[in-house]
C-alpha cells in the first residue's frame, strides 16, 4: 500500500549548526504535507505544512522543502538549540483523503 | 497552542478492567482521531470521527470502542483492558476545511499490569 517513510530514524547535530530532517512518500497523489514535532512525553506539534502546489515554504527558523518529482519531503531546521531534540514526523494526505498517513520518525538529538 | 485535553495523563490498572481514556477539544473541530503509539515508534489510527454519530474504525486493529455524542467529546473505551493495550494513546482534531491539520492532545500513557 501507499506509505511514508523517513531516511534515517537518528540525527545528532551540534548546537547552532542547521539540520535537515527527509522524508520520502510513495504516494503520487499526495496534496498536502505537514511535519510535527514530538518531544518526549507530549503529544506531536504542528511545525509547519506545505501543499503540493508549492516547492518551498518557510516559517520561523525552519523551512520545508518540497520535490515531487523524487517524492521527497524536507525539514531543515537552522541555528538548531537544546529545545528542536525530538522526534519529528512528517505526514501526508492524499487528495480526498480524509486521514493522514504519518512516517516513522525521525529523533534530532542536539549536541551542546 | 491547540485547546485539546486528555485525561487521565497516566494510568496504571490491572488485567480484566474497563476503562475510558477521554478527549475533549473547544476548537468546534468536526474531525477527531485516536491514535496508538508506542514509545519512540510511529503513530497508528485506530479510530476517527467525521462528526457526530459518526465513528469508524482506523488502520490498525483494536479491541477499543469510541463513541461521538457530542462535537467536542470523543471517548475511547477498553471493556477489558490487558497487558497487550499498554500503549500511548494519542487524540487529535482537525477541521473539514481548508485543510487538515491535525492537533494533538498531551496523551495518556496506558499501562495494564
Known amino acids: 500500500g501507499e506509505s511514508v517513510g523517513l531516511h534515517l530514524p537518528t540525527l545528532s547535530v551540534q548546537e547552532g549548526d542547521n539540520s535537515i530532517i527527509n522524508c520520502a512518500y510513495s504516494?503520487?497523489?499526495?496534496?498536502?504535507f505537514i511535519w510535527y514535532k514530538q518531544e518526549s512525553g507530549k503529544g506531536p506539534q504542528f511545525i509547519i505544512d506545505?501543499?503540493?502546489?508549492?516547492d518551498k515554504r518557510q516559517g520561523q527558523r525552519v523551512t520545508v522543502l518540497l520535490n515531487k518529482t523524487v517524492k521527497h519531503l524536507s525539514l531543515q531546521i537552522a541555528a538548531t538549540q537544546p529545545g528542536d531534540s525530538a522526534v519529528y514526523f512528517c505526514?501526508?494526505?492524499?487528495?480526498?483523503?480524509?486521514?493522514?498517513?504519518f512516517g516513522t520518525g525521525t529523533r534530532l538529538t542536539i549536541i551542546p | 497552542e491547540a485547546d485539546i485535553y486528555q485525561t487521565p495523563r497516566y494510568l496504571v490498572i490491572g488485567t480484566g478492567k474497563k476503562i475510558t481514556l477521554e478527549c475533549s477539544q473547544t476548537?468546534?473541530?468536526?474531525?477527531m482521531y485516536w491514535y496508538q503509539q508506542d514509545p519512540g515508534m510511529e503513530l497508528h489510527l485506530i479510530h476517527y470521527?467525521?462528526?457526530?454519530?459518526?465513528?469508524e474504525k482506523g488502520d490498525l486493529s483494536s479491541e477499543s470502542t469510541v463513541s461521538r455524542i457530542r462535537t467536542e467529546h470523543f471517548p475511547l473505551t477498553l471493556e477489558s483492558a490487558r497487558p497487550s493495550h499498554t500503549s500511548q494513546y494519542l487524540c487529535a482534531s482537525s477541521e473539514r476545511v481548508p485543510t487538515d491539520t491535525q492537533y494533538f492532545g498531551p496523551g495518556t500513557r496506558l499501562t495494564v499490569l
Open positions: 504516494n503520487s497523489a499526495s496534496d498536502y
Open positions: 470521527s467525521y462528526g457526530v454519530n459518526s465513528t
Open positions: 505526514a501526508e494526505n492524499g487528495f480526498g483523503n480524509e486521514k493522514l498517513t
Open positions: 506545505i501543499r503540493s502546489n508549492m
Open positions: 476548537m468546534g473541530h468536526d474531525k
